[in-house]
Nanobody, 115 residues
Framework: QVQTVASGGGLVQPGGSLRLSCVGS????????MRWYRQRAGKERQFVGL????????QYATSVRGRFTISRDNDKNTVFLQMNSLKPEDTGFYYC????????WGQGTQVTVSA
């Protein structure tokens, strides 16, 4: 079964940091661009960023550029999202998927940024 499982979320104060992980299984992980998304209650899914299959290229949404960094470890089928200088508007459920692949991407991991 093609799926990903995100973890590492939690409650953090504004200005703090979190590192999320997302493990893929059921597909050749190293062959796929991986994307991070987030979703807040009652709102549309928002693209956060992506990383190329080799890890040599990344792209970020304007709202997170300069604060978030995506990396990957293909030996461990894992993609990471390092989030720094967190803001309350970064609150939401974060999950990853493999670009152009259908699968079960799960509910994600919850990030809450609050004082």
């Amino acid at each position: 079964q093609v799926q990903t499982v995100a973890s590492g979320g939690g409650l953090v104060q504004p200005g703090g940091s979190l590192r999320l992980s997302c493990v893929g299984s059921g597909f050749p992980f190293s062959n796929y661009f991986m994307r991070w998304y987030r979703q807040r209650a009652g709102k549309e899914r928002q693209f956060v960023g992506l990383i190329s299959d080799s890890g040599g290229g990344t792209q970020y949404a304007t709202s997170v550029r300069g604060r978030f960094t995506i990396s990957r470890d293909n030996d461990k089928n894992t993609v990471f999202l390092q989030m720094n200088s967190l803001k309350p508007e970064d609150t939401g459920f974060y999950y990853c998927d493999a670009a152009e692949l259908d699968g079960d991407w799960g509910q994600g991991t919850q990030v809450t940024v609050s004082a």
